[in-house]
């Protein structure tokens, strides 16, 4: 059976279905499809699959041009029927991994997809996770629930882990040149699934065991988020200093080794870096101990937004005006540059916290038309002279660079820049 499903591989013989054709298993369905395998996408969003099947792409890194190249070809189509996997030969699943409300991994979105292909497994199958997870998840949830139907991992059916590496909005890394990881949770089967993934990528890290590759996607965003933790402490005390914070890092950025720039912010979005460490920590917790650096890099960055809002009550006082009453504009909404992603988004703790303080609160982002904050709806609104002017402040926390800084910098009476988009600002800027 392996010669020939590496036989079927190697001759695109292989069908694979991608279950969650979100931000990471649209661009991976779409590079398998441009590789040459029939590709099934199962999306439990309706609407998502008739996009796909229309070639209109929703996903920032896929465009339309990119999708309908392959619809057309026959490569791709979509759909919401779970039983299409019975007509692949690996299953790949990209569902998400967000935290429960007591801040616990929440497989559910994993459970349900093991759950749905369970009755439509067939020997010879390959599967593989790529939704980040704690360490044991592939060994000690999904082996024994796949295993539950009769067919033994490693001898019947194949399953490993690579965790994604997509980061959205980049131009130069996209999912065929990006170095990937992967570990299956037996030889036979780290085997196999790297032979399909070595068709499609330019580079294959193979380690010993899922568990090994789990790690290694928890260490990656765990190292960001620790050092965005101490650069957004660094800002806090160099504020009590009366240091310039952004002129720190470029002096310490001038160093040719030994040390990586970080930059602050109002705190940190995305699925990844504010939820992948926490994993990481609650499995530790099983096991009695205490991941302390990752603890106390959450508690800093989740409390970043907290900062803002006292600066900006600080910014307010020296304007001799209350917090309460003032209009500020918030400008970008999206976790991150150029994304329309506000998925974790800091710049939404912040407007919910000034609204809660009586502000009367707006924002602009020209990538996120609307969002809503518990109840509330808020649409972006437009720039233009007369809108700035009439803003007690204006807060910069996300710089997309669609955004005309230059009319914000005239026309607005005091910005607070939090992401330091003025290098050289003028006197109405006032950095974090």
Same mark, same amino acid.
């Given at each position: 059976? @392996?010669?020939? *499903?590496?036989?079927?591989?190697?001759?695109?013989?292989?069908?694979?279905?991608?279950?969650?054709?979100?931000?990471?298993?649209?661009?991976?369905?779409?590079?398998?499809?441009?590789?040459?395998?029939?590709? *099934?996408?199962? &999306?439990?969003?309706?609407?998502?699959?008739?996009?796909?099947?229309?070639?209109?792409?929703?996903?920032?890194? *896929?465009?339309?041009?990119?999708?309908?190249?392959?619809?057309?070809?026959?490569?791709?189509?979509?759909?919401?029927?779970?039983?299409?996997?019975?007509?692949?030969? %690996?299953?790949?699943?990209? !569902?998400?991994?967000?935290?429960?409300?007591?801040?616990?991994?929440?497989?559910?979105?994993?459970?349900?997809?093991?759950?749905?292909?369970?009755?439509?497994? @067939?020997?010879?199958?390959?599967?593989?996770?790529?939704?980040?997870?704690?360490?044991? /998840?592939?060994?000690?949830?999904?082996?024994?629930? #796949?295993?539950?139907?009769?067919?033994?991992?490693?001898?019947?059916?194949? =399953?490993?882990?690579?965790?994604?590496?997509?980061?959205?909005?980049?131009?130069?890394?996209?999912?065929? +040149?990006?170095?990937?990881? =992967?570990?299956?949770?037996?030889?036979?089967?780290?085997?196999?699934?790297?032979?399909?993934?070595? &068709?499609?990528?330019?580079?294959?890290?193979?380690?010993?065991?899922?568990?090994?590759? &789990?790690?290694?996607?928890?260490?990656?965003?765990?190292?960001? %988020?620790? +050092?965005?933790?101490?650069?957004?402490?660094?800002?806090?005390?160099?504020?009590?200093?009366?240091?310039?914070?952004?002129?720190?890092?470029?002096? %310490?950025? /001038?160093?040719?080794?030994?040390?990586?720039?970080?930059?602050?912010?109002?705190?940190?979005?995305?699925?990844?870096?504010?939820?992948?460490?926490?994993?990481?920590?609650?499995?530790?917790?099983?096991?009695?101990? $205490?991941?302390?650096?990752?603890?106390? %890099?959450?508690?800093? +960055?989740?409390?970043?937004?907290?900062?803002?809002?006292?600066?900006?009550?600080?910014?307010? $006082?020296?304007?001799?005006?209350?917090? @309460?009453?003032?209009?500020?504009?918030?400008?970008?909404?999206?976790?991150?540059?150029?994304?329309?992603?506000?998925?974790?988004?800091?710049?939404?703790?912040?407007?919910? #916290?000034? &609204?809660?303080?009586?502000?009367?609160?707006?924002?602009?982002?020209? =990538?996120?038309?609307?969002?809503?904050?518990?109840?509330?709806?808020?649409?972006?609104?437009?720039? +233009?002279?007369?809108? *700035?002017?009439?803003?007690?402040? !204006?807060?910069?926390?996300?710089?997309?660079?669609?955004?005309?800084?230059?009319?914000?910098?005239?026309?607005?009476?005091?910005?607070?820049?939090?992401?330091?988009?003025?290098?050289?600002?003028?006197? $109405?800027?006032?950095?974090?």
């Amino acid at each position: 059976m @392996k010669e020939k *499903i590496l036989d079927d591989i190697k001759n695109r013989r292989t069908k694979v279905a991608v279950i969650g054709l979100g931000y990471v298993g649209l661009p991976l369905a779409v590079e398998f499809a441009r590789s040459g395998f029939p590709v *099934i996408g199962i &999306e439990i969003d309706e609407r998502k699959a008739v996009a796909i099947n229309e070639g209109k792409s929703y996903v920032e890194d *896929i465009t339309d041009e990119e999708l309908l190249e392959v619809v057309k070809k026959g490569l791709l189509r979509a759909t919401t029927d779970y039983s299409e996997v019975r007509n692949a030969d %690996a299953i790949i699943i990209t !569902v998400p991994t967000p935290l429960s409300k007591t801040r616990d991994p929440d497989l559910s979105y994993i459970m349900s997809a093991i759950e749905s292909i369970k009755p439509h497994l @067939k020997k010879g199958h390959i599967i593989v996770l790529e939704s980040t997870t704690y360490p044991g /998840t592939t060994d000690e949830v999904v082996k024994p629930e #796949l295993e539950e139907t009769g067919f033994k991992v490693g001898k019947d059916i194949f =399953l490993a882990f690579s965790p994604e590496r997509i980061n959205p909005g980049d131009k130069k890394w996209k999912f065929k +040149n990006t170095p990937k990881v =992967l570990g299956g949770v037996d030889p036979l089967s780290t085997e196999i699934a790297a032979a399909l993934y070595n &068709e499609v990528l330019e580079h294959l890290h193979v380690v010993s065991s899922a568990r090994v590759a &789990e790690t290694a996607k928890l260490l990656e965003n765990t190292f960001r %988020a620790i +050092n965005i933790a101490l650069v957004n402490e660094l800002a806090i005390m160099c504020n009590l200093l009366g240091i310039d914070v952004w002129e720190v890092i470029d002096a %310490a950025a /001038t160093k040719p080794f030994g040390f990586m720039k970080f930059t602050p912010g109002p705190g940190i979005g995305g699925h990844c870096i504010p939820i992948d460490p926490l994993y990481l920590s609650w499995k530790l917790k099983t096991l009695n101990y $205490n991941a302390r650096m990752i603890e106390v %890099a959450s508690e800093i +960055n989740t409390n970043m937004p907290r900062y803002v809002v006292t600066r900006i009550q600080d910014i307010l $006082n020296d304007m001799e005006k209350s917090i @309460k009453g003032s209009r500020i504009l918030v400008v970008g909404v999206a976790y991150k540059r150029d994304v329309s992603d506000t998925r974790e988004s800091p710049a939404l703790d912040v407007m919910a #916290l000034l &609204e809660e303080k009586g502000a009367v609160v707006e924002y602009h982002d020209p =990538l996120v038309p609307s969002v809503s904050i518990g109840e509330r709806f808020y649409s972006s609104v437009n720039l +233009n002279p007369e809108s *700035i002017a009439k803003y007690d402040l !204006v807060v910069i926390t996300t710089d997309h660079s669609s955004i005309d800084w230059d009319m914000l910098r005239e026309y607005a009476k005091v910005i607070f820049d939090t992401k330091n988009v003025y290098k050289n600002p003028s006197r $109405n800027v006032i950095k974090l």
